[in-house]
């Protein structure tokens, strides 16, 4: 599928793109794309088949970008949307119908049928939606209705043919492989009386269509870079198996060519239709493997039910999901999955919210909670107002989030684009001079052996490989950390945050419940009753979560609060305002100590509070201090775990907070944090952040999301957490849907065994090709030659003159790119508890 998204000046795109095979494929969409007016970023994905492009729509249309996609060679398939249209009565109707749809800009084709009331329009992906078709449709005064959604079935159906036409092509092409390898070494009894010359024709005629029908993909595919000046993996596969197959052919139809130049007369059809089988067996393998690198945004677009039951009047309909709008009742009945996001308006139920957040426990829901998309109700039924449908749904956000981070490109990627944009030239470069030096130099039949290393050096050649060793690792950890509530933005965040080593932590709501209560209460010169009553009459202005603490704690005594007057907050501070002509003040201690009159009596005993991991506030009466109200917020049960395994990650781990230094030390102590960064206000996280960088630290900070933005901006990877809703997606790289700290654990375990994979990958791609391409152009003949000649056990590889066949060489290169996704599929059994 793919999106459209509108920055500023900037327009975001996502295009799919059929017919790439290998990163050089996708060096040349990259180039092709670049050379456009106004295109500023191209990030092209093998492992997604999808084009991301940012560009400038004044001076570049869609149009032009899918054009210039289609002349590099590859296609960008168009998409298709069918809908309803009410109210057409006549031929003219659908003229009109069809005027108004072809006026939509990135429409390609219309389809009005009278008949069935149906529209069908084919467009280019992500230049309209829905909404601008039933505006069209509207616009001229006839009705629109959505027609049900497609389900995850056949939005697959068109992958799965592709794959059984590949399984064919698999078949037909290993078993005539496997025949005509026989008949080439005459293990095939009731050929042993035909001549060579019958023989040949008769590997001939079964090869060649076989040969046509089987590889007609990798030779088109060719044909079209040739045709646009490039080349790519297609183009060394059809250069190496069509030179062996042309080579038989002469063979067959013209023997004395070579006999009168004193070479060995041999057919290598075997080799050609060999290497097309194994080429297309580790596709289908390769194509199988990269649908489940997948699997986790299958999973989480099949969280959607296809209906809705919702109420209309008296009456309770089931309609498509597509149909349900905001302000809709809906309702839901035990074991029903919730179709959109709402809040519960009568009835109370529990829902297992674990496929959003990763909780196994399920939540309550009482009328005023919220509920979300993909979730199961699991007991009790209820109704809810519909509050976000469509692609504004958590779990459609989710998806987004996860497609766009599985679609981007890791810094580490970068080095190995380099070397594909100029790897299928140079490969084509030492098959020539390998053949050159083979059929100089080389020992008789030496055009026999030129040919052999020529079509060897071709085949095992890998970008493929190349281009699929991040994403694909990319697409999995990413998929996987969806799976435990972990939400990562794009590949560089993955990639920096496998380079942290020191995590800042938030205290309040993140290593602390965020839910404080007043413990103590201290007066002077005042009753208690009444500090607490006159500092919860200013504080119910605030929305400050210590401010509830202490408005709940004067509602449960019972007292009678005011509303105050001459309101204001200072951030960080604290709170004033007037009750009845009495001036209020409350704050931090450290804030209002040295600005009241009379805090002796008090000093102590906020001393001894805040030794005690509390947090004093002072209450301020008509410029006096009259009271002390101490404050403490519960510490996370799962914090200390969690910080003894990042401790044993090697992590330094810092506490940021505003509270007092001692109350802030206190709560250091108990959990074995390193460092305290204590009394920093809100404006100052930020510059804290960037002092630990300057100190030459990697730093994640790991805050709310929300009153933390300009620290999580600042810092090398910001980590919002939070409970599944109230989390900010738009400024931290990685969020965790949970509030369990244990989730920074699980973020960092995933992108460090992401980036081994990756490593791993990245080195195989490359060992593989610098080992193999010599060994396949024959630089070990002169070793074996000192040796006196291939060893025994190696024959079976090198033959007797240490040269790899061709059709080891296709089994190796098939293997490679596979081994590749394999090894990235690995990732999916990570253990991240």
């Known amino acids: 599928m793919s999106e459209l998204a509108t920055t500023t000046n900037l327009t975001r795109l996502v295009l799919p793109v059929r017919g790439m095979t290998c990163a050089s494929c996708a060096a040349h969409v990259e180039k092709a794309l670049r050379r456009l007016p106004g295109v500023s970023s191209v990030t092209v994905n093998m492992a997604t088949e999808t084009v991301t492009v940012e560009y400038d729509a004044e001076q570049t249309a869609i149009r032009e970008l899918v054009e210039a996609i289609h002349e590099a060679g590859y296609q960008v398939p168009v998409e298709t949307e069918t809908f309803a249209v009410q109210g057409m009565t006549c031929a003219s109707c659908v003229k009109h119908v069809e005027r108004a749809l072809q006026r939509v800009p990135g429409i390609v084709s219309v389809t009005v049928n009278l008949a069935t009331e149906r529209a069908t329009v084919t467009k280019w992906p992500g230049t309209c939606t829905f909404d601008d078709l039933r505006r069209a449709v509207e616009e001229e005064g006839y009705g629109f209705a959505y027609v049900p959604a497609e389900t995850e079935e056949t939005v697959d159906r068109e992958r799965r043919q592709e794959l059984r036409i590949l399984k064919r092509r698999v078949v037909v092409s290993a078993t005539v492989g496997l025949f005509v390898l026989l008949a080439s070494m005459n293990m095939i009894p009731w050929l042993g009386g035909w001549s060579d010359q019958a023989r040949f024709l008769l590997l001939f005629a079964v090869t060649t269509p076989a040969l046509i029908w089987a590889g007609s993909p990798i030779y088109l595919a060719a044909w079209n870079a040739a045709r646009h000046r490039t080349a790519n993996m297609n183009t060394l596969i059809a250069i190496g198996t069509m030179a062996a197959y042309l080579y038989s ?142 692609k504004e749904t958590t779990l459609a956000r989710i998806v987004q989030l996860v497609q766009e981070a599985q679609g981007s490109r890791a810094p580490i990627q970068r080095f190995a684009d380099r070397v594909a944009a100029v790897f299928v030239p140079i490969v084509i470069g030492i098959a020539v001079t390998a053949f050159a030096v083979w059929s100089l130099v080389g020992p008789p039949p030496a055009l026999t052996y030129a040919l052999l290393s020529f079509i060897a050096v071709l085949i095992i050649a890998c970008p493929c490989a190349l281009g699929l060793a991040t994403p694909t690792a990319i697409m999995v950890g990413t998929g996987r950390g969806a799976e435990h509530g972990i939400l990562i933005r794009n590949a560089e965040a993955l990639e920096t945050l496998y380079r942290v080593d020191t995590i800042v932590l938030d205290k309040t709501g993140t290593l602390t419940m965020g839910t404080p209560l007043v413990t103590d209460v201290v007066s002077q010169d005042m009753s208690e009753d009444e500090v607490i009553r006159l500092a919860a009459s200013v504080e119910r202005r605030s929305e400050h979560p210590l401010a509830q603490a202490l408005v709940t704690y004067a509602e449960r005594k019972a007292l009678t609060l005011e509303e105050p007057t001459d309101f204001a907050a200072t951030p960080g501070l604290g709170v004033r305002g007037r009750v009845a002509g009495t001036s209020v003040m409350i704050g931090s201690w450290r804030a209002v100590k040295d600005q009241a009159v009379h805090v002796d009596g008090l000093a102590q005993a906020a001393e001894s509070l805040a ?25 996370r049960p799962e914090a200390k775990e969690a910080i003894a395994v990042l401790h044993k990650a090697g992590l330094e781990v810092v506490m940021m907070t505003g509270d007092n230094r001692q109350a802030a030390q206190a709560i250091a102590a108990q959990l074995g944090i390193d460092r305290v960064l204590a009394e920093v206000l809100p404006d100052q996280k930020a510059a804290e952040i960037k002092r630990l960088q300057a100190e030459g630290k990697r730093v994640a900070m790991v805050g709310d999301g929300i009153n933390d933005a300009p620290a999580l901006a600042q810092a090398d990877v910001g980590i919002a957490i939070g409970t599944g809703t109230d989390v900010a997606m738009e400024t931290a790289q990685v969020t965790l849907m949970s509030g369990d700290l244990r989730g920074v654990v699980k973020a960092i375990r995933l992108s460090r065994a992401t980036m081994r994979i990756i490593y791993q990958n990245l080195f195989w791609a490359f060992a593989y ?64 508890e």
């Open 611 to 635: 030794a005690a991991g509390k947090t004093p506030a002072a209450v301020v009466i008509d410029g006096e201090v009259k009271g002390i109200v101490a404050i403490a917020d519960t510490v």
């Open 769 to 832: 090709n610098v080992a193999l391409i010599p060994v396949a152009a024959g630089v070990l003949y002169p070793v074996f030659a000192r040796l006196g000649g291939v060893p025994p056990a190696l024959t079976i590889i090198f033959g007797q003159k240490g040269l790899l066949h061709p059709v080891l060489a296709a089994a190796a290169m098939a293997m490679s790119s596979v081994s590749v996704v394999f090894n990235s599929l690995r990732l999916r059994r990570l253990p991240l």
């Open 249 to 390: 052919v002469i063979a067959t139809f013209a023997p004395g060519f070579f006999a009168r130049g004193g070479f060995e007369i041999h057919v290598y059809y075997d080799t050609a239709i060999m290497i097309i089988a194994l080429i297309l067996f580790g596709r289908y393998l390769e194509a199988r493997a990269k649908g489940e690198t997948s699997a986790a945004i299958k999973k989480l677009m099949g969280l959607r039910p296809s209906t809705a039951r919702v109420r209309r009047g008296a009456q309770e309909i089931e309609i498509p999901i597509d149909a349900v709008v905001p302000g809709d009742v809906v309702v839901v009945r035990p074991g029903d999955r919730i179709p959109v996001d709402g809040v519960v308006q009568e009835g109370y139920s529990s829902v297992d919210e674990s496929m959003l957040t990763g909780e196994s426990l399920p939540v309550e829901k009482t009328p005023g909670s919220r509920v979300y998309a993909g979730t199961i109700n699991k007991t009790g039924s209820f109704t809810f107002t519909a509050t976000a449908v469509g």
